[in-house]
């Protein structure tokens, strides 16, 4: 009798253990510790900005940023957006971004001079990146890439009677995040 109530006891224990054992989150499906929420400032040579990620998957994930650079005489961009990032390989990513962008720079026009140019529209931004963490694995990380933010919009010469059109412009942002996964 007591072989078999303790046998029953320890199939039960085993059984309610593996039950209460179970979580939603598990923390070989991200890295980084298992961290899934990724907060970082974004700087640069004449760049401020901040981005938000949060991981979907071990290789996929969303989120948005909002940055600002200026340079005074040569460009001025603006964007707001949201991106999705696919990583390669041991943090290296991709990403895909789309939002509202304004960028004004110098440009040349049709007849051999340069006038200042302002495009305001919807932006297509593709990413490449590296994620690292100097740390233990889910706390502090670093963050360099590089983004071509295309914007796609009304297209207008800053101090000119001419009517603006639809255009398109280019940038070219180099950044370093700085942030904390939590």
């Not at 253990?17 to 640069?44: H, M, R, Y």
């Not at 949201?82 to 304004?102: K, S, V």
């Not at 639809?166 to 950044?175: E, N």
Request: hydrophobic share 45%; aromatic share 14%; glycine share 14%.
């Amino acid at each position: 009798m007591n072989k078999k109530l303790f046998l029953v006891v320890v199939v039960l224990a085993s059984v309610a253990g593996g039950i209460w054992a179970q979580t939603d989150e598990k923390t070989d499906e991200v890295p980084w510790g298992g961290k899934k929420n990724f907060v970082s400032v974004d700087l640069g040579i004449l760049l401020a900005g901040a981005r938000y990620e949060r991981f979907l998957t071990q290789k996929i994930s969303v989120g948005a940023n909002v940055y600002w650079a200026n340079s005074f005489i040569i460009f001025n961009e603006f964007e707001i957006g949201l991106f999705a990032r696919y990583y390669l390989w041991q943090g290296l990513f991709g990403e895909l971004g789309l939002g509202f962008h304004n960028h004004s720079g110098t440009e040349a026009r049709g007849d051999g001079t340069d006038g200042v140019f302002s495009t305001t529209g919807v932006s297509i931004t593709p990413t490449v990146g590296w994620k690292f963490d100097p740390g233990n694995a889910g706390g502090f990380f670093v963050e360099p890439g590089i983004s071509v933010p295309i914007t796609i919009g009304q297209k207008s010469e800053w101090m000119s009677s001419e009517e603006s059109e639809v255009g398109v412009s280019a940038g070219f942002v180099l950044f370093c995040g700085l942030g904390w996964a939590f």
